[in-house]
């Protein structure tokens, strides 16, 4: 498999994923505003969105979407326990934070990377960041991971967008129970080795 990653981006959430798994897999970077890949080739001819991630897998195939990709990632190794069985409840549970950390944290945060957003707004889209943070902190309160004692892949999903946090200035420190969380994930030797291979 090769992963297609963009520095900084939403992809890190699929890398750490990989680096979780004990799979196999290959890395190369995409400049995302000139849509060519590290090798010079034209992204969009691999992904037509032109956004990252995006995961070749080894039938010649290509996955889409983080949350797709990150259950795929999951689904390949259980024995690694990122993500419950299908069809219990428990994976559910796992998509309902996947598509809450895509809908509202991931897209809510996105308006605060477009140049020339008003004061206004910027303050306006950090409030509502905030509030949704308030969300999460109580439901981290007293547990370790979002799903209680087991790292998924929704917890590296939330390290990622959380990490965003610094380009923003909001501090975690406001909410313990994430900056806890956040310093966890951050110490797991599979997360170091992602982030390592995208500096």
């Known amino acids: 498999m090769k ?3 963009a520095r900084g981006a939403c992809s890190l959430s ?5 680096a979780e798994s004990g799979l196999a897999f290959e890395i190369e970077r995409i400049d995302l505003r000139a849509k060519t890949t590290e090798t010079g080739g034209d992204y969009r ?3 037509p969105k032109g956004t990252v991630p995006a995961l070749l897998l080894d039938n010649g195939e290509v996955l889409t979407e983080g949350p797709a990709i990150v259950q795929y990632i999951a689904d ?4 690694k326990k990122l993500a419950p069985p299908a069809g219990t409840l428990a994976r559910y549970r796992l998509q309902e934070w996947l598509n809450y950390i895509s809908s509202e944290l991931h897209k809510g945060f996105a308006p605060l990377f477009r140049p020339g957003l008003s004061d206004a707004a910027k303050e306006a889209t950090i409030a509502a960041f905030e509030t949704k943070l308030d969300f999460v902190a109580d439901k981290l309160e007293g547990q370790d991971y979002l799903m209680g004692t087991e790292f998924s892949v929704a917890d590296g999903y939330l390290f990622t967008v959380l990490g965003w946090t610094k380009y923003a200035a909001i501090d975690l420190a406001r909410w313990p129970a994430i900056k806890a969380f956040s310093d966890r994930v951050a110490a797991r030797p599979a997360v170091q080795a992602a982030q390592h291979a995208e500096a």
């Open 3 to 5: 992963l297609y990653f």
């Open 14 to 18: 699929p890398h750490i994923a990989l």
């Open 45 to 47: 001819q691999i992904n």
């Open 76 to 79: 390949q190794n259980p024995e």
